[in-house]
């Protein structure tokens, strides 16, 4: 059976992952979200005597689907998606370790109709990252376009030195729910930020927030992150802005004298943690699922904003959704979608393009608002947030990211605090 649905994961992923050259869009079509089977890996040690080689998926995060030895040091790793189809962002992370020093090359191998997407970082903490060295990389069938999947190889092998100590690999930096769970206590500890659970995912994990500024206010703002699994990048630039909104500057104190924020780094703990490439434990994109609501995540968050603004009587004015793709995007809504402060996104767009020199924001705006299916969508028709999603590509230097994030929180105050007499420039 469980090989049965294997095969049938491998046609249906081979039939719908054609490669598409608008890889970046939202699509605004209605899907069905209706909860599907996703398969779980199986935690296990993947022992290799005649290496003496052990390979490990048992840590919150992993992906490994099986591992199979062709030769001396010689391994082949098949990566597979929780269920099909789906968005080809192909997620591996796993350990390796050796009895004696040596040197072993491993093979990525991802279902066909899927190409390498990551680069792998190392780690031998799980904690502190950094790139596996290109000349330690061979790529196969290297891509022919200049962007998107078409420009990333078929596969790669990588070789990597291994010892006692467990090596992680990586796909990403490994950011689980630990990890994001330990950022938001620490945030909470150090900057007095408030934390509560407003919901529970599909296998129990906390739908975690965190909220600060003046929680009696009737104006406030919400920033999401992590509904796509793997977008590690898009969550550091949410970490940079968020600590900035809770910085010392006057401005940053005075913005929380006048609004509450609220904060999800994790919506899609699950995900996350079981190492899925795009989907929540039901199978969904959840970022698919904000008119129907079939799913958790999605759902409990939007019954928080209507009980937020019932028991205040006030306003979202703002709402942003960071993510990861190619290149660095922002996806706003074209300013003849106003919500509750007209010209507010164009304006800080303006902003942070000024505040950057030599910085050319890459800008898509989207006019159509329904059906509101994406988070984007649903804040501004539903709550009136002037609302964007932003973008980081996935090998956006990680100094820069925090730049942006920090830049995007500064402009955004003041815009905000302006009381708004906006200008409507367009960018
Ligand atoms: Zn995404």
């Given amino acids: 059976m469980k090989k049965h649905f294997s095969l049938l994961l491998l046609l249906a992923l081979s039939l719908a992952a054609v490669p598409q050259a608008q890889f970046a869009q939202e699509p605004a079509q209605a899907v069905d979200t209706t909860t599907r089977p996703v398969e779980k890996q199986i935690k296990r040690v993947f022992e290799f005597s005649a290496d003496g080689v052990s390979f490990s998926n048992e840590f919150d995060g992993a992906r490994l689907?099986?591992?199979?030895?062709?030769?001396?040091?010689?391994?082949?790793?098949?990566?597979?998606?929780?269920?099909?189809?789906?968005?080809?962002?192909?997620?591996?992370?796993?350990?390796?370790?050796?009895?004696?020093?040596?040197?072993?090359?491993?093979?990525?191998?991802?279902?066909?109709?899927?190409?390498?997407?990551?680069?792998?970082?190392?780690?031998?903490?799980?904690?502190?990252?950094?790139?596996?060295?290109?000349?330690?990389?061979?790529?196969?069938?290297?891509?022919?376009?200049?962007?998107?999947?078409?420009?990333?190889?078929?596969?790669?092998?990588?070789?990597?030195?291994?010892?006692?100590?467990?090596?992680?690999?990586?796909?990403?930096?490994?950011?689980?729910?630990?990890?994001?769970?330990?950022?938001?206590?620490?945030?909470?500890?150090?900057?007095?930020?408030?934390?509560?659970?407003?919901?529970?995912?599909?296998?129990?994990?906390?739908?975690?927030?965190?909220?600060?500024?003046?929680?009696?206010?009737?104006?406030?703002?919400?920033?999401?992150?992590?509904?796509?699994?793997?977008?590690?990048?898009?969550?550091?630039?949410?970490?940079?802005?968020?600590?900035?909104?809770?910085?010392?500057?006057?401005?940053?104190?005075?913005?929380?004298?006048?609004?509450?924020?609220?904060?999800i780094p994790l919506m899609n703990p699950d995900g996350v943690d079981n190492g899925h490439w795009r989907h929540n434990m039901g199978g969904i994109d959840l970022n698919r699922d904000w008119t129907t609501f079939n799913q958790p995540e999605g759902r409990q968050v939007s019954e928080f904003l209507k009980k937020r603004e019932a028991e205040t009587g006030g306003k979202f004015y703002f709402g942003i959704d960071f993510h990861s793709t190619w290149n660095d995007i922002y996806y706003p809504m074209t300013p003849d979608n106003p919500g509750n402060m007209p010209n507010l996104v164009q304006d800080w767009?303006?902003?942070?393009?000024?505040?950057?020199?030599?910085?050319?924001?890459?800008?898509?705006?989207?006019?159509?608002?329904?059906?509101?299916?994406?988070?984007?969508?649903?804040?501004?028709?539903?709550?009136?947030m002037e609302a964007i999603v932003f973008e980081i590509g996935d090998n956006t230097p990680r100094d820069f990211i925090k730049k942006k994030g920090e830049v995007g929180a500064i402009e955004l105050m003041k815009l905000m605090l302006e009381g708004t007499k906006p200008t409507g420039k367009k960018p």
């Fill in 349 to 384: 767009l303006v902003a942070i393009k000024k505040a950057l020199p030599g910085y050319e924001p890459n800008i898509q705006a989207n006019n159509r608002l329904l059906p509101a299916i994406v988070s984007r969508n649903y804040f501004l028709a539903s709550h009136g």
């Fill in 65 to 263: 689907n099986s591992v199979a030895r062709f030769g001396d040091g010689q391994y082949m790793i098949t990566i597979t998606p929780e269920n099909a189809p789906i968005n080809p962002s192909p997620w591996y992370a796993f350990k390796v370790w050796a009895k004696k020093k040596k040197e072993i090359s491993i093979r990525l191998v991802y279902p066909e109709g899927s190409r390498h997407r990551y680069d792998p970082q190392l780690s031998t903490d799980g904690r502190k990252w950094k790139y596996l060295d290109q000349s330690f990389i061979t790529e196969i069938e290297k891509g022919t376009g200049t962007s998107g999947p078409s420009s990333r190889p078929k596969s790669i092998v990588m070789r990597l030195q291994i010892g006692r100590k467990p090596l992680w690999v990586s796909a990403q930096e490994l950011t689980n729910s630990t990890s994001v769970f330990a950022w938001i206590a620490k945030t909470a500890r150090k900057k007095k930020a408030a934390v509560e659970d407003i919901g529970r995912s599909i296998e129990g994990r906390p739908l975690r927030m965190l909220k600060f500024g003046d929680l009696d206010s009737k104006k406030n703002i919400l920033i999401i992150s992590r509904q796509h699994p793997p977008e590690v990048t898009g969550y550091f630039a949410m970490q940079a802005f968020v600590d900035e909104l809770l910085g010392g500057s006057k401005l940053s104190k005075q913005f929380r004298r006048e609004y509450a924020v609220f904060v």
